[in-house]
């Protein structure tokens, strides 16, 4: 059985089709319109995630003689260490690749639409360290208890918007956290 990062990132399409529904409820028809590919190619990566069980049928509409199915990720792909562990570093690369992919994306959505920089209390910030290994660990354990934070308030948040109808601001929160080579290991490397 594949693990669900290497289920996910195993084809564009099923990435893009998975992190769609991360976000909304869509059809295979919405999904396939919204990437430009055809509907038979996007509901083939959308039934491989149903069968992997990382997304739930929520809907079914008829539409001009067919039902159209709608869709939604039953959670977000959020990958242990353990399991990030458990792959090559070509598979990690290329989990990472597409994260970064889509963290870039959202932030040139937001600077194109003139959504980021809208709130005063938005966050951006860069902060290169050197660190022990102690320090390493610490830093680590950090971004994952953020990020656990992060699902418990957008919880809280989504009981707050069903009990008060409130629609709700689409956000991006990333977090990026990794060592660097040390200016003697670029110059080596480009020697």
Request: hydrophobic residues 40%; charged residues 30%.
């Amino acid at each position: 059985m594949e693990t669900t990062l290497a289920a996910i990132v195993a084809h564009p399409t099923r990435a893009r089709c998975f992190v769609i529904l991360t976000e909304r409820t869509a059809s295979p028809v919405e999904i396939a319109q919204e990437i430009g590919k055809d509907v038979g190619h996007v509901g083939y990566h959308v039934r491989k995630l149903l069968a992997l069980d990382l997304i739930e049928l929520v809907d079914e509409r008829p539409v001009r003689g067919a039902v159209e199915h709608f869709y939604r990720a039953i959670e977000r792909a959020v990958v242990t260490e353990g399991e990030f562990a458990q792959q090559s570093v070509e598979e990690r690369e290329v989990f990472t690749r597409y994260t970064l992919q889509l963290m870039v994306a959202d932030a040139a959505r937001a600077m194109d639409e003139h959504t980021f920089d809208a709130r005063a209390n938005r966050v951006a910030t860069r902060m290169p360290m050197l660190v022990d290994e102690e320090g390493f660990q610490e830093l680590s354990a950090l971004h994952t208890e953020v990020l656990e934070r992060h699902m418990e308030i957008q919880a809280r948040s989504a009981e707050r918007m069903t009990k008060s109808g409130e629609e709700g601001i689409p956000t991006s929160a990333s977090s990026l956290f990794f060592e660097v080579p040390t200016r003697r290991r670029r110059l080596n490397d480009e020697s």
